[in-house]
C-alpha cells in the first residue's frame, strides 16, 4: 500500500511560519491529488489545500492567502509552508493522497498526522 508520512510539526508562536512534509512511499504507480486535511479537538476534519498531480492547488477559506501548498512529483512529496500563523490553525495535520497502481484502482491514503501547535 502506500505510506504517507509527515514531518515538520511543532509549536510556534503566533505570526511564526511552519513548513510540513509528507513523504508517499510504498506500491503505487501514480499519485493524483495530494492533500493536507487537519482536524482540531472536537471540530470535524476540514481541508486546508490540495493540489492536483498537474499543480492546480485550491485552498481552505480560513487559510487562504497565508498557506502554500506545493508538490515535488519526482519525490513523491507534497509541502504546506504556513505563514503568519494563528492560534486557531492549531490542529494535527493530515496528508492524504489519492493513488493507484497496475493492481488496484484509486484508493485514498492518510497519514498519521503531525500535531501543529500555535501559542504564546
Known amino acids: 500500500q502506500v505510506q504517507l508520512v509527515e514531518s515538520g510539526g511543532g509549536l510556534v508562536q503566533p505570526g511564526g511560519s511552519l513548513r510540513l512534509s509528507c513523504v508517499a512511499s510504498?506500491?503505487?504507480?501514480?499519485?493524483?491529488?495530494m492533500a493536507w486535511y487537519r482536524q482540531a479537538p472536537g471540530n470535524q476534519r476540514e481541508l486546508v489545500a490540495v493540489v492536483t498531480s498537474g499543480g492546480a492547488t485550491t485552498y481552505g477559506d480560513s487559510v487562504k492567502g497565508r498557506f502554500t501548498i506545493s508538490r515535488d512529483n519526482a519525490r513523491n512529496t507534497v509541502l504546506l509552508q504556513m505563514n503568519s500563523l494563528k492560534p486557531e490553525d492549531t490542529a494535527v495535520y493530515l496528508c492524504?493522497?489519492?493513488?493507484?497502481?497496475?493492481?488496484?484502482?484509486?484508493?485514498?491514503?492518510w497519514g498519521q498526522g503531525t500535531q501543529v501547535t500555535v501559542s504564546s
Open positions: 510504498g506500491d503505487f504507480y501514480a499519485i493524483n491529488d
Open positions: 492524504y493522497a489519492e493513488a493507484y497502481s497496475y493492481n488496484y484502482s484509486p484508493r485514498k491514503f
